[in-house]
């Protein structure tokens, strides 16, 4: 165990010294990779150098016990002595999550997108209570949204929605809500009070980098056009908006929220590339099934991951058979303890993966 602590610590050491070498710190390329490694390991570092702090008391403790006789010194080595078992029990368990597999993905930002399912105008309705949810506890989390593309009804439910999320660790979060949303409840246009059914797609995409997507040029068929309000008015007479066409796929991306036709192109392409990394990101967990099958995973489109029924006041997982009640306090953000349960679950079946493959 030594032996692995003493390269966790060296390299951190290491890779702390080379960020602070001129031809990392003056080359910002290199000088973003080598300090996102360094605050990749800085967590595991730390409970390291813990636990190897734990395993030294353990064994200055066992050589007091040993070779002393005085009674007061035999008793508080013995204090000692269960602290650092104590101490060392905790960093195991803490060091054997850090060093469980990680999603490259984890640290990225991402694009949230809502979409209505069954349920006409209900359905919309929810999209955008899910919206504000997710939104208000972007803003807890201390995350930046930004609506890139947004597509209301005339009564204010969502036809579509896109959100960028950009902070730390968003899509190691966020991951986990990819699927199939449902609703029951009695909506208000519903005049006889019966409760209704409906359902909202949520899609979580991680932000696609130049490293990870290339697109060919000749691949992409770009249109302008004037862009429009959410709401259907037109915003403004210039050609600002961008559809792009990618040609191999069939994709389509429109963007027009911003007034610039350059900030809308750039806009799209990053979408693109994003929506087009999630292809992949598809293509690599359908040929890994089995790893798959040890994970919650990131949420399979068409998958009913929880309902929200309002009548009995209670939301449920169906990843992880657990139920909240208090539904307008977690509809208004405060949605962390239910992040926290499928993060501990996922980390779970992971550890059990990593155990029977030992």
């Given amino acids: 165990m030594l032996d692995k602590l003493h390269k966790i610590i060296t390299k951190y050491e290491e890779l702390r010294n080379q960020a602070l070498q001129p031809e990392v710190f003056q080359n910002p390329d290199k000088a973003k990779l080598v300090n996102k490694e360094l605050s990749n390991l800085e967590a595991t570092y730390h409970i390291a150098v813990n636990y190897k702090k734990a395993l030294e008391a353990q064994q200055s403790a066992e050589e007091m016990l040993k070779n002393e006789q005085d009674p007061e010194l035999l008793e508080m080595a013995q204090e000692e002595?269960?602290?650092?078992k104590a101490a060392i029990e905790k960093a195991d368990q803490a060091l054997t999550l850090a060093l469980l597999p990680k999603d490259p993905n984890d640290d990225k930002n991402i694009y949230l997108e809502i979409r209505p399912a069954a349920g006409g105008d209900e359905s919309g309705l929810f999209g955008a209570e899910l919206l504000r949810m997710y939104l208000a506890y972007a803003q807890k989390m201390g995350w930046k949204p930004e609506i890139v593309e947004e597509q209301l009804s005339d009564i204010g439910g969502v036809k579509f929605v896109m959100v960028k999320i950009s902070g730390k660790n968003v899509y190691s979060l966020m991951k986990f809500e990819s699927g199939v949303h449902r609703v029951q409840r009695i909506p208000e246009t519903e005049s006889q009070g019966r409760v209704h059914t409906s359902t909202v797609t949520i899609a979580v995409m991680p932000e696609a980098e130049d490293v990870d997507i290339q697109i060919d040029p000749k691949d992409i068929q770009m249109d302008t056009y004037a862009?429009?309000?959410?709401?259907?008015?037109?915003?403004?007479?210039?050609?600002?908006?961008?559809?792009?066409?990618?040609?191999?796929?069939?994709?389509?991306?429109?963007?027009?929220?911003?007034?610039?036709?350059?900030?809308?192109?750039?806009?799209?392409?990053?979408?693109?590339k994003s929506r087009l990394y999630q292809i992949e990101l598809d293509k690599k967990m359908e040929e890994e099934k089995a790893i798959r099958g040890n994970q919650i995973g990131t949420?399979?489109?068409?998958?009913?991951?929880?309902?929200?029924?309002?009548?009995?006041?209670r939301i449920t997982d169906h990843r992880i058979h657990q139920s909240w009640s208090n539904l307008p306090y977690i509809m208004a953000g405060n949605i962390e303890d239910i992040m926290d349960k499928l993060v501990l679950e996922n980390q779970t079946k992971l550890l059990e993966a990593s155990m029977k493959g030992a």
């Avoid at 002595?81 to 650092?84: F, G, K, N, T």
């Avoid at 050609?239 to 911003?258: E, W």
């Avoid at 809308?264 to 979408?271: D, G, I, P, R, S």
Wanted: without cysteine; aromatic residues 6%.
């Fill in 227 to 272: 862009a429009s309000s959410s709401w259907g008015q037109n915003a403004n007479k210039n050609q600002t908006g961008v559809r792009l066409h990618h040609l191999p796929t069939g994709m389509i991306v429109n963007i027009g929220d911003s007034k610039s036709q350059m900030q809308n192109k750039e806009k799209a392409f990053a979408v693109l």
């Fill in 299 to 313: 949420g399979d489109r068409s998958e009913k991951i929880r309902t929200y029924n309002f009548p009995q006041d």
């Fill in 81 to 84: 002595l269960d602290q650092a």
